[in-house]
């Protein structure tokens, strides 16, 4: 009788060993998902000093439990989607060191300006389409898929969304999570435009552990302007070879200082101590018009090594005129480059000059990786400490630039530095930060260089 209900129920395919095999990995991989979605709540809990600042316990509970029911109703892009929207949220402000962030990206680097998205760096394979704009990925116009990628982005403000949102904006998993891409092929398409001629570009993705530190624009493949003369590290690309060093600009009377890295000592040896007590002494020696600092390109460090750029910056007699020292800043400038503006700011008179700064001046940073037990798609990081070099309890996240300057696809292309002119220009503008009626500014709004799609 068994026997004959067992051969009954395989002819009619409810009970087939293939039928039975499927369900065991059904029910493997929902397991799998569940555990890992555990993993990244009970990871937030015990990690971030402040889990719920941006969302509370009870809504972050409450979107883990949705998530889990929906485990088996979605394929693995849509959730991980589901958790970079959490991430998202939990840290929508001062929490750029958290994150979900996929493996699988486009090798492809290209960088938002005021005037679209554009490739700046490629592989050899790529390299032909450096300096195409790009006018749709998977076949979707690149401000759409800016809108729907921008949620998903943890940031400590706009700025350092801004920064983020290219390389995010070509995974094609996170693509094909939020349903702007179908494609099961191994190559993402591009639609690129150069010269007012179209082409399509298929970019082959490759697994990498993309940087959350911001994504620098490169040195050009012809003459740099100074602030990109500097090599990329070879063994990781994101940040400049060098951490610091100074120019003698002597047809501008002026010093020029480019910090790239928070670190205590550069390739050579050479200790930021060294570095700024012959820094003190050039200014002592020469007497400069103007010092200007640049830390466009530094992503940060170990915010207990630059004291002794602070403290030159800060104790030289002539560094104390308005108009004499300048800072250079972008949305790159995060993590304990932040905190070096917020100290040098507090401590000085020194005129910001650029794009508002992609770092807080307080925020939580020392980011902790927490192991995903099964998932290849992401890896996920949270905050584990508060770091206030700022006002207790300020609501500011961004450092206001005194004089706002915006970079063109054409001036960066074109090898030209509107940053570095506009300050060498000025005559003394006035410190936003003095203003007797400041405006209600908390995010960089007012005076931002150009205002991505995402805030249309």
């Not at 349903?179 to 435009?193: C, K, M, R, T």
């Not at 003698?248 to 020029?256: G, H, I």
């Not at 040896?269 to 530094?298: C, M, W, Y």
């Not at 915006?406 to 509107?418: C, I, L, Q």
């Amino acid at each position: 009788m068994l026997a004959a209900l067992s051969a009954a129920q395989t002819v009619s395919g409810e009970t087939t060993p293939e039928k039975l095999r499927q369900n065991q990995e059904i029910l493997s991989r929902d397991a799998k998902w569940t555990e890992d979605i555990d993993a990244f709540a009970d990871g937030l809990r015990r990690t971030h000093p402040n889990p719920f600042h941006s969302m509370s316990d009870r809504d972050f509970d409450q979107a883990i439990a949705r998530v889990k029911e929906e485990v088996p109703k979605l394929n693995d892009p849509e959730l991980m989607v589901r958790l970079m929207r959490i991430a998202g949220s939990v840290a929508a402000r001062q929490d750029g060191h958290s994150a979900v962030v996929p493996y699988l990206a486009s090798p492809v680097r290209a960088y938002l300006f005021p005037d679209g998205l554009f490739i700046v760096g490629a592989p050899a394979e790529y390299r032909e389409f450096i300096g195409s704009r790009i006018l749709k990925i998977g076949g979707t116009d690149v401000k759409t898929v800016e809108r729907r990628v921008a949620p998903l982005v943890t940031r400590d403000n706009r700025m350092t969304a801004i920064s983020r949102l290219p390389p995010f904006m070509m995974c094609p998993d996170l693509l094909r999570g939020i349903g702007l891409w179908e494609g099961s092929e191994d190559s993402l398409p591009l639609l690129v435009e150069r010269e007012g001629e179209t082409s399509e570009l298929r970019v082959t993705p490759e697994r990498m552990k993309l940087q959350l530190k911001g994504f620098h624009l490169p040195p050009l493949a012809k003459e740099n302007p100074r602030w990109l003369k500097e090599p990329l590290d070879k063994e990781h690309v994101y940040r400049r070879k060098r951490a610091f060093f100074f120019d003698v600009l002597r047809q501008n009377n002026a010093l020029y200082i480019q910090y790239n890295a928070v670190r205590a000592a550069n390739p050579d040896g050479q200790t930021l101590a060294e570095f700024s007590r012959e820094l003190l002494q050039a200014i002592d020696e020469r007497k400069p018009k103007k010092v200007i600092v640049d830390v466009r390109h530094n992503t940060g460090g170990s915010n207990k090594t630059y004291v002794p750029l602070l403290e030159a910056l800060t104790k030289s007699p002539q560094l104390h005129t308005h108009g004499v020292l300048y800072l250079l800043t972008s949305r790159v400038t995060f993590s304990a480059a932040g905190n070096f503006v917020t100290e040098l700011e507090k401590k000085t008179r020194v005129i910001l000059v650029g794009e508002p700064s992609g770092g807080s001046p307080n925020q939580y940073g020392d980011s902790r990786m927490i192991p995903m037990k099964y998932t290849e798609l992401f890896f996920v990081v949270w905050s584990s400490k508060y770091h206030e070099k700022g006002e207790p309890d300020e609501e500011r996240l961004v450092h206001e630039v005194d004089i706002p300057v915006s970079m063109s696809s054409s001036d960066y292309f074109s090898g030209s530095d509107p940053v570095l002119a506009a300050a060498l220009k000025d005559n003394g503008a006035p410190l936003v930060r003095e203003d007797p009626n400041p405006r209600p500014v908390l995010d960089g709004d007012a005076r931002a260089s150009f205002k991505p799609a995402f805030e249309n």
